[in-house]
């Protein structure tokens, strides 16, 4: 069974910095990795798709990596600004299972 | 206006109650999905629909049902509501035409509390 670690679960930056947030899956059969943001109150927004094949998608300050043989990918966030304030969650799809299986997300705060 | 709809927003009952979650998207996609969110969990998938007629359990779809009225439609029903379905419920679309996998849509959600 597919699973997806996200670490840290909370994160405190201030503004102007760059991070890395991090998501690491069990089982590498993997058919892509999405990145999606979540905002209180307006559900989940889809912010890079990366296929297996691909080593990494970028996205204006975005900027998904995927190692598939590790498990890992990482969302790079260049000048970080208080409106990227929200939880990021990482999701794998396995084709076999036909579904996406989510992490439990990095809460991010980005301080001005 | 959202592509994709969900109703009520809110909502509170009791133990032992039909709740019936509603569903519409305006994307044109054939996929149709149904998550929960509980703190610290992530989303789980309770159901999914790749079209009028393909309707699968997910990984928790114990306590659910579903219907799939139409391909813009896709509805959850709890037949008998318990505190342990207190959550926050998704519903989200994707097309079909990479082959399975392609980027989710999503709902504002529905935050169910069962008394």
């Known amino acids: 069974k597919q699973e997806v670690t996200q670490i840290p679960a909370a994160l405190s930056v201030p503004e102007g910095e760059n991070l890395v947030l991090n998501c690491s899956f069990t089982?590498?059969?993997?058919?892509?990795l999405q990145w999606f943001r979540q905002d209180p109150g307006k559900g989940l927004t889809s912010l890079l798709l990366?296929?297996?094949?691909?080593r990494e998608q970028t996205s204006g300050r975005l900027n998904a990596s995927l190692d598939k043989s590790s498990g890992r990918s990482t969302l790079y966030i260049a000048a970080s600004q208080p409106g990227d304030s929200a939880t990021y969650l990482c999701?794998?799809?396995?084709?076999?299972?036909?579904?996406?299986?989510f992490g439990s997300g990095t809460q991010l705060t980005v301080l001005p | 206006d959202a592509d994709v709809t969900q109703t009520p927003r809110n909502r509170i009952t009791k133990t032992g109650k039909r709740i019936m979650l509603e569903c519409s998207q305006t994307?044109?996609?054939?996929?149709m999905y149904w998550y929960r969110q509980d703190p610290g969990l992530g989303l789980r998938l309770i159901y999914y629909?790749?079209?009028?007629?393909?309707?699968n359990k997910g990984e928790i779809s114990d306590g659910y049902s579903v219907s799939r009225q139409a391909q813009a439609k896709f509805s959850l029903s709890l037949e008998s509501a318990i505190p342990n379905q207190t959550a926050l419920y998704f519903c989200?679309?994707?097309?079909?035409?990479?082959?399975?996998?392609?980027?989710?849509?999503f709902g504002p959600g529905t935050r169910l509390t069962v008394l």
């Open positions: 989200a679309t994707s097309d079909a035409l990479g082959g399975g996998g392609d980027t989710q849509y």
């Open positions: 089982d590498s059969a993997i058919y892509n």
């Open positions: 990366i296929q297996s094949s691909q």
């Open positions: 999701a794998v799809y396995s084709g076999s299972a036909r579904q996406l299986t």
């Open positions: 994307k044109g996609h054939d996929r």
């Open positions: 629909s790749f079209d009028v007629k393909d309707i």
